[in-house]
Nanobody
């Protein structure tokens, strides 16, 4: 069992920045692939970013490339999502998730929600125009 808790959401004006944090416990954090997903009202949940257990592999949705950065601090068992140049279309509930399957490749990541085993409750991000 992995317990996942997000924080850092809020209301920000377009062009502003926010940093989301996600703390995971219950497993050795450095063995977990971590991902961020989001779901806007009336839309399906979509992939945002993922980072491998080593931190050497990172992936982003095309819609956030160049604006969002995912990182991790294994000593703090925390993954971050730095969001810059926010747009109203970034408004959504942001979810952090863990993929507990250990790949032979330490840089492996996944953008598929079905590969992630444990999810947080989500944190609301609202970007006003």
């Amino acid at each position: 069992q992995v317990h996942v808790v997000e924080s850092g959401g809020g209301l920000v004006q377009a062009g502003g920045s926010l940093r989301l944090s996600c703390a995971a416990s219950g497993r050795t954090f450095s063995m977990l692939t971590m991902g961020w997903f989001r779901q806007a009202p009336g839309k399906e949940r979509e992939f945002v970013a993922a980072i491998s257990r080593s931190g050497g592999g990172r992936g982003y949705a095309d819609s956030v490339k160049g604006r969002f950065t995912i990182s991790r601090d294994n000593a703090k068992s925390t993954v971050y999502l730095q969001m810059n140049s926010l747009k109203p279309e970034d408004t959504a509930v942001y979810y952090c998730a863990t993929d507990t399957t250990i790949s032979v490749r330490p840089t492996a990541i996944s953008s598929r929600s079905e590969d992630y085993d444990y999810w947080g409750q989500g944190t609301q991000v609202t970007v006003s125009s």
